[in-house]
């Protein structure tokens, strides 16, 4: 009920290698640094990674000063600590976590990915995971042949997701980035699902994230507990369309249908499930089909994305 009040009152809304001496947790300080230069070489290469002093110092003495080499050996070392990580704490419930959505031209995403604490949830660095994730799925579903004539649809579960290259130069996987997380945070974490729409002319896809929080370096990525698509058929483009997509979509999370129907379906019974014969989440004395009916556009499909969801409605897609 929380999340229908809400909702009804939001209408705004890697190169080269170095051999690997002894774990990086345990380096200790040597007598490497003796010039103004390398002390240079060791803060560029603090602020590039973001890794400790100590760590740091430890990668340019084993690659002899190279930055690019002791950058790559850094990634190297967190990604193997990561992994020990994950299998000691694979198991744990991950019911916490963000849903990212990322639209690109004619195509859009729809990400989940999953922690054990709403405190890591609002980390920085997990959220950094999250749109690792979203860009790869971008970049897997630009790679499809387009429809010409009608919109395409599809869905990764975990397994396929993790596999999936990471970056737009497709070095390693985003389960590597999903280790690196884990190593960095602490926590289990689980890549969950994502879901994929590409449209042609004549189509549009409808969006809205509930509890909405915008990725801070990619503007155009969106976070948030719940998310929606919705791909709708037009006659025309029309000014009000990015506004009538977002409604639809708060209708989709706030109703959790679990299909669309069609106009000529009854309100009440068996039909609450199905979209356009509910009552409109923002005003509920007409059914979504009546208040879609005279915008010019239909309504052909949906997903819906809530974070931690299990059962049915978490494996259906």
Same mark, same amino acid.
């Not at 483009?237 to 679990?258: C, D, F, S, T, Y």
């Given at each position: 009920?929380?999340?229908l009040r809400?909702? %009804?009152h939001?209408?705004?809304?890697r190169?080269?290698?170095?051999?690997?001496? *002894?774990?990086w947790?345990?380096?200790h300080?040597?007598?490497?640094?003796?010039? /103004?230069s390398?002390?240079?070489?060791?803060?560029k290469? %603090?602020r590039?990674?973001?890794y400790?002093f100590?760590?740091?110092k430890?990668a340019?003495e084993t690659?002899g000063?190279?930055? !690019?080499?002791?950058?790559?050996w850094?990634?190297?070392? /967190?990604?193997?600590e990561?992994?020990?990580? /994950?299998?000691?704490?694979?198991?744990?419930?991950?019911? $916490?976590?963000l849903i990212?959505?990322?639209?690109?031209?004619?195509?859009?995403?729809?990400?989940?990915v999953?922690?054990?604490?709403?405190? #890591?949830? !609002?980390?920085?660095k997990? *959220?950094q995971l999250?749109?690792?994730?979203a860009?790869?799925?971008m970049?897997?579903?630009?790679? =499809?042949?387009d429809?010409?004539?009608?919109?395409?649809k +599809?869905f990764?579960?975990?397994s396929?997701?993790?596999?999936?290259?990471?970056?737009?130069? !497709?070095?390693?996987?985003l389960?590597? *980035?999903l280790?690196?997380?884990?190593?960095?945070?602490?926590?289990?974490?689980?890549?969950? %699902?994502?879901?994929?729409?590409?449209?042609?002319?004549?189509?549009?896809?409808?969006?809205?994230?509930?509890?909405?929080?915008?990725?801070?370096?990619?503007?155009?990525? #969106?976070l948030?507990?719940? +998310?929606?698509?919705?791909?709708? $058929?037009?006659?025309?483009w029309k000014?009000?369309l990015?506004?009538?997509g %977002?409604r639809?979509g708060q209708?989709?999370v706030g109703?959790?249908? =679990?299909?669309v129907?069609?106009l000529?379906d009854?309100? +009440?019974?068996?039909?609450?499930?199905k979209?356009?014969?509910?009552p409109?989440? =923002?005003?509920?004395?007409?059914? =979504?089909?009546?208040?879609?009916q005279p915008?010019?556009?239909?309504?052909?499909?949906?997903?819906r994305?809530?974070c931690g969801?299990?059962? $049915?409605a978490?494996?259906? $897609?």
């Amino acid at each position: 009920m929380l999340l229908l009040r809400s909702l %009804r009152h939001c209408l705004v809304a890697r190169t080269g290698s170095c051999p690997s001496p *002894q774990p990086w947790h345990t380096f200790h300080a040597g007598h490497w640094l003796s010039s /103004a230069s390398r002390k240079d070489l060791l803060m560029k290469l %603090r602020r590039k990674t973001g890794y400790s002093f100590v760590n740091c110092k430890k990668a340019l003495e084993t690659c002899g000063g190279d930055l !690019r080499q002791a950058e790559s050996w850094l990634h190297e070392q /967190a990604q193997k600590e990561g992994w020990g990580k /994950a299998a000691k704490l694979h198991g744990r419930k991950t019911k $916490e976590g963000l849903i990212g959505l990322l639209q690109e031209g004619n195509s859009t995403v729809l990400v989940e990915v999953n922690c054990e604490t709403d405190f #890591v949830a !609002r980390n920085l660095k997990f *959220q950094q995971l999250v749109q690792q994730v979203a860009l790869g799925t971008m970049l897997h579903c630009q790679s =499809l042949k387009d429809q010409l004539s009608t919109y395409s649809k +599809g869905f990764l579960n975990s397994s396929e997701l993790s596999e999936l290259p990471f970056g737009p130069e !497709r070095k390693g996987s985003l389960k590597d *980035q999903l280790a690196l997380a884990i190593g960095k945070l602490g926590e289990n974490m689980t890549l969950k %699902r994502a879901a994929w729409v590409k449209v042609p002319n004549g189509f549009y896809v409808g969006s809205y994230v509930h509890g909405t929080m915008h990725s801070p370096s990619l503007h155009n990525l #969106v976070l948030g507990k719940y +998310g929606a698509l919705v791909i709708c $058929e037009i006659s025309e483009w029309k000014a009000n369309l990015e506004e009538l997509g %977002r409604r639809l979509g708060q209708h989709v999370v706030g109703m959790a249908p =679990l299909s669309v129907g069609s106009l000529d379906d009854e309100p +009440g019974g068996e039909t609450e499930t199905k979209m356009l014969s509910q009552p409109y989440l =923002l005003d509920p004395s007409i059914t =979504l089909g009546q208040y879609v009916q005279p915008q010019g556009v239909s309504v052909v499909d949906f997903v819906r994305f809530e974070c931690g969801e299990e059962g $049915e409605a978490a494996e259906a $897609e």
